[in-house]
């Protein structure tokens, strides 16, 4: 094994200062807050369940909604622009042309037409998806297909699902339902919440939720709304959701920076639920790797699909929050010693997954001459993994120009499926080296036909098939080969290729993609997702009028039109922290007597 080392100046911190009581209570007077005991009683109490989306007595949304989305006020982003950071890019006001590339938009007023239509389209079909919970929007549906009369739990609010909508909302000024969804979620995450007698760590936050309106007691005329959240004690598989408190830290960051309300982030309440969230990702386990531990199915892909492990998707949500919940927390003596941790993690994470997840020509062919059963600190086969496993899809499909980060790493074993959101999200956190980020649009850009075809993007490459499929998806007949999460097209997935383009000067490419989708999406019916290898069928058990990818394509859109905005995601590491990164060396670790007199000079890592 071999140790990676780190500046202890950048370690310093205060000793620990029980920041993480499990008592610790939320106290903001500005947000009334239910006890739990009540929550759990009227969580139980199902009776007289109302559709509270159809709520005619309130209108859409009572906030201003300004149609231009020149106001946003991302002037009051705090990091240096794309160009200061040194990256290729036209993420400034005048780049902007830069950026589309001249002509590339070149379209018949017949056609603009056709597009503005099926944008207002897009845009009342997102606002007919809000739900309200006391009068007041906190989210929007997953579905919302009026002909469906099984609608499982897609009547639901989910937190991932939601971003886009978030996104779309914020751009087009209406900045309330992103607040209330914020600190709706937020009161969720302290839910006693049990599995069979289990309880998990109380810094959860939900897969989703649910506005329900009972009776009161004995009172059938009046009723009130409660909020029903569903951690993964009733989502098939039972599995936490790991993403959920990931998002929900990103999207508090982006509702400050396009706001320009910084008092959300700053209240008690708010910090807390960071720390909670922090604190259980951040926890001491019997990891050796700095990536997050998960089971299979705790993402957008939320069944079985052989993603247990260290799954990339997870990674680049972890470095992306851990990014944002460091600039966002408030500095005081309590936190010292979590913003320690915190520092030192994103460190740790990055080299990882940029040394150890990255496959190019120049790497598979190392790993094609891997020398096995390495058994000393300077491996290099640090993870022992057999040349045999390169399959031989991926021999064929790398192109000579380009790269990407493999779904996962575990002993002996290397996911090489391309999982599209863990790749593309690493461009946009930085998590990838600008080169390797510019690596991973080269093959999107070479594999295009693979990748986008007729309705982007797949989110993941290849298909699991027979045997393969049996066992790791346990024979799922929703994820056949091609379908869904096995190798399916997902246009929610448009909105994060277009923040990965336009942070690498690159928006021409998801414009291309945006335009591949305006070919049939709304013809379709906003469909969740689509099947076959080039995505030309509607998915077999598709929902239609699926919200984020209605509000997947809308926030594309409004971000190509105003691709500064797309800071609202983009975090800067600043000197400090890049410093540190550049500091990490690899060395062969020193055997270190325990108990030793002596404090280490550098605080080591095992990667
Ligand atoms: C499916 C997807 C999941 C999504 C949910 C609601 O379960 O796998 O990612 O959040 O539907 O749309």
Redesign the pocket.
Known sequence: MMNLEISPQFLSGNPPHGVYSRSWSRINPRWPSRSRAHNRKICVYWKGETDTRKRPEFPICRCQRPDRVADLRIESTNGPSFREAGEKSSLTEEGEEDLLGAGSFSRTTQNKNKVQSLEDEAWRLLKQSVVYYCGNPIGTI??NDPSDTSVL??D?V?I??FIPSGVTFLLKGEYDIVRNFILHTLQLQSWEKTVDCHSPGQGLMP??FKVRSISLDGDESSSEEVLDPDFGESA?GRVAPVDSGLWWIMLLRAYGKVSGDLSVQERIDVQTGIKMILKLCLTDGFDMFPTLLVTDGS?????RMGIHGHPLEIQALFYSALLCAREMLAPEDGSADLIRALNNRLIALSFHIREYYWVDMKKLNEIYRYKTEEYSYDAINKFNIYPDQISPWLMDWMPNNGGYLIGNLQPAHMDFRFFSLGNLWSVVSNLATPAQSHAILDLIDAKWADLVGDMPFKICYPALDGQEWAIITGSDPKNTPWS??NGGSWPTLLWQLTVACIKMGRGDMAARAVEVAEQRIAQDKWP?YYDTKRGRFIGKQA?FY???SIAGYLAAKLLLANPTAATMFVVHEDAELLNAMNNVRLTPSPRRKRGSSKPPQKTSYIV
């Open positions: 997953a579905a739990n897609y639901q989910f991932r699902d897969a989703s098939i993402c957008m892909i939320d069944r869904y999460h969740e929902r699926q919200t984020w």
